[in-house]
């Protein structure tokens, strides 16, 4: 089930060699390579390094680039929009040929997206999509279906409750995509259980620190003993919230059950300890599929409007097996 893609991309072309790199001035440098052929140069604007999820992402990004023998010039936008629009800019002054965005939020991008559609360079969306009301802005979206994820982590959670929990909902980023849609699915099946009810709900912006930190407040409330249940929208933010609930003398995963979204090595170590329940699996090895989609839009071949990868559920059934194979 893991790390496979619907629809399969061509495999990366050949006549691109060895030239990836991480750093900006690296694109300023010589623009062919030994064959003599232009090399590609992709602009990437990164979201941050928030989480373990984030950071295999980026890897598996430069690393995909280095393979396909493409230029990355690479920029971690801290979390922030405003950092972002400025690598974007920065980007088209460049002259990148191909740009990756994968977007903090999912509004607010349309007219730097517009100023990138005039200068002609082609826009691949990676991991989170953008509200806009041009489509032509992009050439694809590679992602999670988000609001899947959500769905699996309530149904995961009804069926192992008998439909009765209450909930504790620590939120990804504010106006992010995964944060929005995660939500949206994991209500849509709550509404078919009358016993199942969100009590809490607050941001910890996709942090193991901040996950804790809310946590943390939310086992203080005076009415945090009807607490059964966590509903975390990825891995690091669970995690936090486990600590915080040792530290409070309360058992993660018995006393209270903790579901969440990722899927990360840490997660399916929290598995086999018992203190995690369930991991639905969010896929961030896209590297590969990104760097064949940039040399076709380059050449100017057709591909698909969406590329979404089959992921998995994992549990106390199937986690055991499945972590020595965890890369990330
Ligand atoms: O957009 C994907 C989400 O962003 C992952 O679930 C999370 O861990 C990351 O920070």
Redesign the pocket.
């Known amino acids: 089930m893991m790390n496979k893609f619907l629809p399969v991309i061509g495999l990366l072309s050949a006549s691109f060699v060895l030239s990836g790199c991480g750093k900006k001035e690296d694109a300023a440098a010589s623009n062919n390579n030994a064959g003599g052929k232009k090399s590609l140069t992709l602009g990437f604007s990164q979201?941050g390094a928030?989480?373990?999820?984030?950071t295999a992402n980026t890897d598996s990004i430069k690393d995909a680039a280095q393979k396909a023998g493409i230029k990355l010039v690479f920029s971690d936008a801290q979390q922030k929009q405003e950092n972002q629009i400025k690598a974007l800019r920065s980007f088209v002054a460049q002259g990148v040929d191909v740009i990756e965005l994968?977007p903090v939020v999912n509004t607010g991008f349309e007219p730097v997206l517009q100023e990138i559609k005039q200068a002609g360079i082609p826009v691949i969306l990676s991991?989170?999509t953008v509200e806009v009301s041009d489509k032509s802005l992009f050439t694809t979206f590679v992602?999670?279906d988000?609001v899947l994820e959500g769905r699996r982590a309530a149904e995961w959670l009804a069926k192992h409750t008998n439909g009765k929990a209450t909930i504790a909902e620590l939120v990804?980023?504010p106006g992010?995509?995964?944060a929005i849609d995660r939500k949206k699915g994991f209500e849509e099946v709550l509404a078919k259980y009358p016993d199942m009810k969100i009590v809490k709900s607050q941001s910890g912006d996709?942090t193991r620190a901040k996950g804790k930190e809310v946590m943390e407040a939310f086992l203080k409330a005076p009415d945090a003993k009807s607490i059964t249940a966590v509903f975390a929208?990825?891995?690091?933010m669970a995690l936090g919230a486990i600590q915080a609930m040792e530290e409070a003398g309360v058992q993660p995963g018995k006393d209270i059950m903790v579901v969440s979204?990722?899927g990360?090595k840490g997660a399916f170590e929290a598995i086999v300890a018992g203190k995690l329940n369930c991991t639905v699996e969010?896929n961030?090895i896209i590297g590969e599929m990104i760097m064949g989609l940039t040399q076709k839009v380059a050449n100017h071949e057709g591909i698909p409007e969406r590329v979404t990868p089959e992921e998995g559920v994992f549990d106390s059934t199937n986690a055991a097996a499945a972590l020595p194979g965890r890369k990330y």
Do not use: K, Q
């Open positions: 979201i928030e989480s373990a999820w984030r994968a991991d989170r992602g999670s988000f990804g980023t992010a995509a995964p996709f929208h990825n891995d690091d979204i990722d990360v969010c961030p």
